[in-house]
């Protein structure tokens, strides 16, 4: 009610309520960023699938103590070696 409505949400588009208070509108196209939206979500479904058959179906020596090496595992002092190493080959 205190925000005006921005030009590209005219109530045309399924959901739009006209509110944008980060005005994201104003700068990108509404139709590209609903592509975006639809492909993160997406690769975001694939990923819910994908942990834990890689947990499942790895060889036993891919894993760190039954599970897939990540960092919510916690880090052996081996990948967090190489995980520092590529992280800072990034930096510079």
């Not at 590209?8 to 208070?21: E, I, K, R, T, Y």
């Not at 997406?42 to 994908?50: E, F, K, S, T």
């Not at 760190?64 to 995980?83: C, D, E, K, W, Y």
Request: hydrophobic share 50%; no cysteine; proline share 8%.
């Amino acid at each position: 009610p205190f925000m005006k409505r921005p030009a590209a949400l005219n109530g045309s588009h399924a959901g739009d309520f006209g509110f944008d208070p980060l005005g994201f509108t104003e700068d990108n196209d509404l139709y590209a960023m609903q592509e975006a939206k639809l492909r993160d979500e997406r690769l975001a479904m694939l990923a819910v699938i994908g942990w834990p058959l890689s947990e499942l179906l790895a060889p036993d020596s891919m894993l760190q103590n039954g599970m897939a090496p990540s960092v919510l595992n916690g880090f052996n002092p081996i990948s967090f070696v190489s995980t520092a190493v590529i992280f800072a080959s990034f930096v510079f």
